[in-house]
């Protein structure tokens, strides 16, 4: 009993601190690492100094490519991720 009334006292606080629930942290870590893992497995595209980080299952891009065409490729490898919901790629 005492470790149900701990583990609920960390997801209320997770809730707390995030203004999400512990599945929607959950969600939103599943996605960056979705994304993250295809950027890095996408070798033509050399995508690896994209950060990626996602709130609410709106994936934000950010950093650095050479071109047009990276750029492109890095959203479109983001919406590729299951529970995205928006990219926004800067």
Same mark, same amino acid.
């Given at each position: 009993?005492?470790?149900?009334?701990?583990?609920?006292?960390?997801?209320?606080?997770?809730?707390?601190?995030?203004?999400?629930?512990?599945?929607?942290?959950? &969600?939103?870590? $599943?996605?960056? /690492?979705? *994304?993250?893992?295809?950027? %890095?497995?996408?070798?033509?595209?050399?995508?690896? !100094?994209? &950060?990626?980080? $996602?709130?609410? /299952?709106? *994936?934000?891009?950010?950093? %650095?490519?050479?071109?047009?065409?990276?750029?492109? !490729?890095?959203?479109?490898?983001?919406?590729? /991720?299951?529970?995205?919901?928006?990219? %926004?790629?800067?």
């Amino acid at each position: 009993m005492a470790a149900l009334l701990v583990m609920l006292s960390l997801v209320a606080g997770c809730h707390s601190m995030t203004g999400k629930t512990a599945g929607e942290n959950i &969600d939103d870590a $599943t996605i960056t /690492a979705s *994304v993250k893992a295809k950027l %890095v497995a996408d070798k033509p595209s050399n995508l690896t !100094r994209v &950060d990626v980080d $996602t709130n609410n /299952a709106t *994936v934000y891009l950010n950093g %650095v490519v050479e071109s047009a065409e990276q750029k492109a !490729r890095a959203e479109q490898l983001a919406w590729q /991720a299951k529970g995205v919901k928006s990219v %926004v790629n800067n």
